[in-house]
């Protein structure tokens, strides 16, 4: 199965980073250079003028026949899609993003989430994590807006770097493992973690890596940790959607699919 997603991979790890982020690589003295989606997006936009973005896209075509199960995730930046039309190039599994930090619910969320289980697409819910309140008053905000039935995917808590970051470290572990237990009260189990493998090593706790199942961004090569999920490019394209999306695969099969599924 590796080596199948690896064709894909090839495909979407074309040059990126300039000269400038290979310095970048040579000083971390052979550590490899991560980005989240969020991380890119901000990386191009203060360097717009120096930068050009060469990844090629991926499409349908690249991924419809491979054994790979393989998803998306989406949330208002998909303003438009044609839901109709996805169910012909429809994907294994969907994330949504339900709330960010105490006072945002995504305003499609609610309309995405019934019409992807309207395609019978297994769906789950995801939080973005602020930095600006408790992982306790972040956890009780998502459960006020995310659905979690029975069939659903786990929760997803979307942990990422920002501009500004905290320096305390060992505050946002706790707010990180606040929000991971609070999950597991309310639902009786923790939910999917997705980051990049340097914000893992650094602000995950053992014990956080051990009751998680982890969803890692990763756009230049396949995770070098245990990965239930890997998001391979943000510059997937479907005919169904205006503009590009998210392209996910999952660790395993439909067996191994059906693991994420709750059971209340």
């Known amino acids: 199965m590796r080596k199948r997603i690896a064709m894909i991979v090839s495909m979407v790890i074309a040059s990126h980073f300039t000269v400038s982020a290979q310095k970048t690589h040579k000083k971390s003295h052979g550590q490899r250079v991560h980005a989240t989606h969020g991380q890119l997006h901000a990386h191009k936009k203060r360097n717009a003028h120096k930068i050009k973005d060469t990844r090629p896209e991926v499409t349908i075509n690249d991924v419809k026949d491979l054994e790979n199960l393989w998803g998306i995730d989406v949330s208002h930046h998909q303003s438009k899609i044609n839901w109709e039309a996805l169910e012909s190039e429809k994907p294994h599994f969907m994330f949504i993003k339900a709330s ?86 309310r639902l009786g189990f923790y939910p999917i973690i997705y980051c990049s493998y340097r914000y893992c090593q650094t602000y995950l706790s053992e014990e956080i890596q051990k009751k998680c199942k982890l969803w890692i961004a990763d756009y230049k090569a396949m995770p070098r940790y245990e990965w239930t999920l890997w998001q391979t490019t943000n510059k997937f394209r479907l005919a169904s959607i205006q503009g590009h999306v998210d392209l996910n695969f999952l660790n395993g099969n439909i067996n191994n699919l059906k693991e994420l599924f709750i059971k209340i």
């Open 100 to 185: 960010e930090g105490t006072t945002i619910q995504d305003e499609k969320y609610s309309t995405y989430y019934s019409e992807a289980k309207k395609l019978d697409i297994p769906v789950g819910s995801y939080h973005f994590f602020s930095y600006k309140s408790t992982g306790k008053e972040q956890a009780d905000h998502f459960f006020s807006i995310a659905q979690h039935r029975t069939g659903d995917l786990l929760p997803v808590l979307d942990a990422e770097y920002i501009r500004r970051m905290p320096r305390d470290k060992e505050k946002i572990t706790k707010e990180l493992t606040d929000f991971v237990n609070s999950v597991y009260e």
